[in-house]
């Protein structure tokens, strides 16, 4: 189809705005789960000072869009589409050049090989105990960083807590938490924020080194005329900060899934809790408005699953 006739189609639709902006010419592109898009600086997986070689690629190639798989942070499972919440980005892929020593990302290099078969996501951990090192030995209240705190307040302040939280309670689910922090009482959560002040806020501040990262990344590609495609999943973990936080929003009483078809005779149940749409529409849809404003600093096409 010619770009005149694109341009017909999409030009007095609701989204023309959008079409304006990316252009009605044809385009391809590349798909990739960035942990398997690793390079000889990367430790272990692909991170997102990666993304600048596939950027290269994309456009040597004649390529201008590259999608990726969620990069939001994972839970036990690993599974992008199964994630601890729908805005935090996973410490996984945050890129440890230039903020530690090379012995240390050598060591990690040694720890974690490239492997072309497997990821060990073990090393999510690793560098999280580099990470926490680093941040001891820094002052983070920088006026970004408090910017970004304020500017994302909205997820961030409950994301950070649930994360400390779950640490506190050996990575358990939050609803097998002891009753004051499964229920929210609000005397213990804020008893709870004082006394781990610190760990809370430490993880604000990885937030925004990854948001800082992935927002640089952007502004690569895009000085080289490639677009990034994210992917939000239409759906969040029964674990996660999301439903912990807003548990209003969703119908904990049924799970997601899928009817039988001819790749699965029985059907399949995901595990994911329902949204109860007339309390989020209740709010004005804040919560979804609030995912795509936080992905657009990221991207610039968006795939909702």
Known sequence: MSEDRLKGLFS????????????????????????????????GIGDFSDIKFLVDLANKTGNSIIQFLPLNETGPTFCPYDSLSSFALDPAYLSLTGMVAAKVTEKLRIKYPLSETHVDYHIKQDKMDILYDVFNDKDCLESGFLKFNEENSYWLEDFALFKVLKQQH??????????????RDKKELESFSKSHKKQILFQKWVQYLLYQQLSDARK??????VLLKGDLPILVSRDSSDVWSHPEFFKLDFAAGAPPDMYCAKGQRWGMPTYNWNVIASEGYRYLKEKLRYAENFYDILRVD
Do not use: D
């Open 170 to 183: 050996n990575n358990a689910a939050w609803y097998e938490w002891g009753q004051p922090y499964k229920s």
């Open 220 to 225: 690569y590609a895009k000085s080289k005329r």
């Open 12 to 43: 007095n639709t609701a989204s023309s705005g959008h079409w304006e902006r990316l252009g009605y010419k044809k385009r391809s592109g590349i798909l990739a789960p960035l942990f398997s898009v690793f390079s000889r600086n990367s430790c």
